[in-house]
């Protein structure tokens, strides 16, 4: 279902454009529409045009595939991260009816960093109403007016999470196909020709045969009664594109499911009684299977576009064919380690009698993920598994000394601190249109942490993303 979609949006978008160039002349006949559109040589610009469009296309279906969640700082992660939309939206509402419902806006776009073929860079931000710290709540037992006007006091900016993401973009990383371009358009062009030709020789045949003209091809268009030009326009477009379509369906096929690496620097701000400010590097690739990068380790003469065979397109799709890509599911892992470091945390209230605080702390995070499509019609499901080892000191109340400004902590009601943590997540992810989905998460953490996000052991959320794919 998906690569029919495919097909069709490429035949949709790709027959506007070439009809702006190229019309029929009604005064000639069937025949000679149809040769308007054929491709004589792989440099013929006919050709070109057809290569470029189908190559644009191809990178705008990628940029709206389903992906799954997007944002960078969430427990549930994606093992397929979008870097090719040009815009989205996430709003994620947990089920427990709290007033944090996170809207994560992201946009991605291509830069040229470290003179490469191209980075992808991603600016995300993530907005949420945070709650109350337990370390707070608790310090505010039976002070239920205290609770309401800090709570009250809270709004959406209160909790925000900023995150550059750069990943890059190379003939064996990434889902764009701006490094893939050459080798693509040197694909194209044989298999272009002869299969357009063929192609349309037989649409030819079916039309004149349709229209009992046999051996009156060379009867004028105008002159066949009950025959329009746009007709004979659209025939010859479709089968000029037929090849087109189908190496590009393939190949798209086999780019998305390219490994990437990427590495991001996230930047957390939370209000005092909401908790630490945050600082964190993350490193992450993505393995996926039955990609470009094995067709060309079993084609290298394909590799490179100077040196192409004229078969390695018909051998593309072949290769694509073997292993059945039209219900491809894109099995990926992806693996993550992260470094987070926490501020020193003070919270002074003297209306409530709240002062207490805590030093610096950091944390390690491990990840591993595994997520695939689904039989089920475009679903995603993403599995992660987060271990993370912290450094958390005690949270103290502090008591103040003769001189003012100076304090010292005092153990009492300390908080015990907590040296790791394992947190799961399963993700579902509903393909709706070609610009939303719908994704259901379930969080498991096995204990509560200062530092996390999870402060239950069981958290469920669902969500409803936008996406405005990219064109090239």
């Known amino acids: 279902m998906k690569n029919l979609l495919i097909t069709l949006a490429i035949i949709a978008t790709v027959q506007p454009a070439m009809s702006q160039a190229v019309h029929c002349d009604p005064a000639k006949s069937i025949a000679d529409c149809f040769a308007l559109f054929v491709p004589q040589t792989a440099t013929d610009s006919k050709a070109k045009d057809i290569s470029h469009t189908t190559e644009s296309l191809a990178q705008q279906i990628l940029s ?31 089920t427990s009816g709290g007033d944090s419902k996170p809207l994560t806006l992201d946009h991605n776009f291509p830069i040229r960093f470290f003179g490469g073929d191209e980075e992808r860079l991603k600016l995300q931000a993530v907005l949420a109403k945070p709650a109350l710290n337990d370390e707070v709540t608790k310090r505010l037992t039976g002070n239920d007016a205290a609770v309401t006007a800090l709570k009250k006091d809270l709004s959406e900016m209160d909790d925000a999470t900023i995150s550059l993401t750069l990943s890059p973009s190379t003939p064996r990383f990434g889902r764009s196909i701006t490094p893939h371009r050459d080798i693509y358009e040197s694909m194209l062009g044989p298999r272009l020709t002869d299969d357009a030709q063929a192609a349309s020789d037989f649409a030819l045949g079916q039309l004149v045969k349709r229209l009992n003209l046999t051996g009156k091809e060379t009867t004028p268009i105008k002159d066949i009664s009950g025959l329009d030009v746009a007709v004979v326009e659209a025939d010859a477009r479709a089968s000029a594109l037929k090849s087109a379509t189908d190496f590009a369906r393939k190949f798209t096929v086999l780019l998305n499911n390219q490994p990437q690496f990427y590495g991001s620097a996230i930047y957390h701000s939370r ?36 040196t192409l065979a004229d078969t390695c397109g018909d051998d593309l799709v072949a290769f694509a064919n073997a292993t059945n890509a039209d219900d491809d599911p894109a099995n990926r892992f992806s693996f993550a380690l992260e470094y987070k470091g926490s501020a020193a945390w003070n919270v002074v209230i003297p209306l409530y009698s709240l002062d207490f605080s805590a030093p610096k702390a ?47 902590a005092m153990a009492a009601d300390a908080s015990s601190p907590v040296h790791d943590r394992f947190v799961a997540s399963l993700t579902y992810t509903q393909k709706i249109s070609e610009n939303l989905t719908f994704p259901i998460s379930f969080i498991y953490a096995n204990h509560a942490s200062l530092l996390g996000d999870v402060s239950r052991k069981l958290n469920a959320h669902f969500g409803i993303n936008y996406k405005l794919p990219g064109k090239k």
């Open 64 to 94: 709206s595939a389903n992906t799954g969640i997007s944002t960078i700082p969430s427990p549930a992660q994606s093992t397929a991260k979008d870097f090719l939309s040009f815009l989205s939206a996430l709003l994620d509402v947990p």
């Open 271 to 306: 209000k005092d009684v909401a908790g630490f400010d945050e600082r964190s590097a993350r490193v992450t690739y993505e393995m996926g299977f039955h990609n470009l990068n094995e067709f060309y380790a079993h084609h290298r003469e394909c590799s490179n576009s100077t």
């Open 362 to 408: 950091h944390t390690f995070i491990y990840s591993i993920g595994y997520g695939r499509n689904t039989t089920m019609k475009d679903g995603r499901i993403d599995v992660s598994v987060n271990y993370e080892d912290s450094s958390v000191s005690h949270v103290s109340d502090n008591v103040a000394l003769s001189r003012p400004g100076l304090r010292t």
